[in-house]
Nanobody, 119 residues
């Protein structure tokens, strides 16, 4: 399994920015997809964005143009740069690793980091 440690969450005013980081260690493969998910209070967990080792990415439509997902393969780090934050972005953000071509292995999740956008 992969161990994931998130950091960078906090409280920010609308229009502000935050950068989330995720440090990964353990059983990682070149085919792994890394991503960010979020879950607001009382709502379902949703995909924010994912990125492959080669840089192919998908993201939630509502965050396109505001959020940027990236990864540093040499350091096993995943990042989420969040700009122009809105109140609806308030949620617990989770780092995820999915072993795309090793289906017998479970997904790995971080502990989550709280992002609160409020005036």
């Amino acid at each position: 399994q992969v161990q994931l440690v998130e950091s960078g969450g906090g409280v920010v005013q609308p229009g502000g920015s935050l950068r989330l980081s995720c440090a990964a260690s353990g059983r990682l493969f070149n085919s792994d997809t890394m991503g960010w998910y979020r879950q607001a209070l009382g709502k379902e967990r949703e995909l924010v964005g994912t990125i492959t080792r080669s840089g192919y990415m998908i993201s939630l439509d509502s965050v396109k143009g505001r959020f940027t997902i990236s990864r540093d393969n040499a350091k096993n780090m995943l990042y989420l740069q969040m700009n122009n934050l809105k109140s609806e972005d308030t949620a617990v953000y989770y780092c995820n690793v999915r072993h795309t071509y090793y289906r017998g292995l479970p997904d790995s999740w971080g502990q989550g980091t709280q992002v609160t956008v409020s005036s």
